[in-house]
C-alpha cells in the first residue's frame, strides 16, 4: 500500500502505520503479524516496527493469535463526527455574528495541548497567520484555548498541558505555568476569555464556551480582531455581549440537535464548512 507518495513533503512511515491500521476489518479483527505485513504490502520487519510503534500510542494491543484495534482509535473520527453535527448548528449563527460585528469568528476544539480549527466564518483582512479548517496552534496562547483548558478537571489540565504542541508554532508572547492557572481559574469563573497579542503580534481575541446537552464545554467560538483597528476595551463593549448571546443560542440549538431521535439525525443532509473561508487569515 505505502510508496505511492509524491510529495516532497510526504511522509511515508506515517503513510505505512494508517496502511497497518487500515488492515483490521470487522472480518478480520485479530491479525497476526505475518498477516498484517502481507496486508499492508510491508516486509515483515517493517510491519513489526509498525505494530510495536503503535501499541505504544496504545492504538493496537497484542492479544492471543496477534494484534487487535483498541478503541483509541475512535479519537481518529469521533471529533470531527461530533464537529460535524455542531458547525450545522453553529454556522448559521457564525456568518450573523460576523455581518454584525464585521470582524471573524471560528469554532475550535481541543485536541491534547493544541486547539483544532472546526469550524471558520472569516472577513478578508491581512493578519499574521493563515487559518483554514484543521489548523492548530498552541491552546495557551489563545482565547479559545483558555476556554476549553478552563473547563479541564485538574488532572486534565496537567495531562493536555504536558503534552507538546503539534501546530509547529512558537507564541509571540507565553505566559508562565503559573500565571496561566491563574488565569484559567479566573476564566471558569466569567465563563470568557481574552488573548492580547500572545499568539502572534497585531491578533487580539475574545472566546467563550460553546456547551452540549450536557452543559459539558466541548467547543469554544470567538471573535478575532486586528489590536492596530480594535482597543481592548472596544472588543469587551461591544463585542463580548453579543458573543456570549450567540454561544449560548449555539449550545441551546446545539443540545436540541443532540436530543432529536437517530433515525433523524442520520437521515439529516450534512452539510460542510464554505469552502471559501478556508485559507483566510487570522486565528484565535
Not at 485538574?154 to 504542541?165: G, N, R
Not at 465563563?191 to 464556551?209: C, K, N, Q, V, Y
Not at 456547551?211 to 469554544?220: S, T
Amino acid at each position: 500500500m505505502s510508496g505511492r507518495g509524491a510529495g516532497s513533503d510526504f511522509v511515508e512511515a506515517l503513510a505505512r502505520g494508517l496502511d497497518v491500521l487500515r488492515c483490521f476489518t470487522p472480518s478480520r479483527p485479530v491479525m497476526a503479524l505475518a498477516d498484517v505485513a502481507t496486508a499492508a504490502g510491508l516486509a515483515r520487519p517493517t510491519a513489526r516496527r509498525m505494530l510495536l510503534t503503535l501499541e505504544e500510542v496504545g492504538m493496537v494491543r497484542s492479544v492471543r493469535g496477534g494484534y487487535e484495534l483498541t478503541p483509541r482509535v475512535l479519537r481518529l473520527g469521533l471529533a470531527y463526527v461530533a464537529a460535524q453535527g455542531l458547525w450545522d448548528v453553529a454556522r448559521p449563527h457564525l456568518e450573523a455574528l460576523v455581518r454584525r460585528t464585521g470582524e471573524s469568528s471560528s469554532l475550535t476544539q481541543l485536541d491534547g495541548s493544541d486547539i483544532v480549527y472546526v469550524g471558520r466564518v472569516a472577513v478578508p483582512k491581512i493578519v499574521a497567520l493563515r487559518v483554514q479548517i484543521g489548523t492548530r496552534f498552541p491552546a495557551a496562547a489563545t482565547s479559545q484555548g483558555k476556554v476549553l483548558l478552563a473547563a479541564l478537571p485538574p488532572a486534565t489540565l496537567d495531562e493536555a498541558l504536558a503534552q507538546p504542541s503539534r501546530s509547529g508554532l512558537v507564541p509571540y508572547r507565553a505566559a508562565g505555568p503559573d500565571d496561566l492557572r491563574a488565569e484559567l481559574i479566573q476564566v471558569r469563573a466569567r465563563g470568557w476569555a481574552l488573548a492580547d497579542e500572545e499568539l502572534a503580534p497585531g491578533i487580539r481575541s475574545i472566546a467563550a464556551p460553546v456547551r452540549d446537552q450536557d452543559g459539558v464545554v466541548r467547543a469554544a467560538m470567538n471573535i478575532n480582531v486586528h489590536a492596530a483597528e480594535t482597543s481592548t476595551e472596544r472588543l469587551l463593549a461591544d463585542h463580548l455581549p453579543v458573543l456570549l448571546r450567540v454561544v449560548g443560542d449555539v449550545s441551546a440549538d446545539w443540545a436540541l440537535w443532540q436530543s432529536r431521535p437517530r433515525a433523524a439525525a442520520a437521515s439529516a443532509p450534512a452539510q460542510t464548512p464554505d469552502p471559501s473561508a478556508k485559507g483566510v487569515t487570522v486565528p484565535s
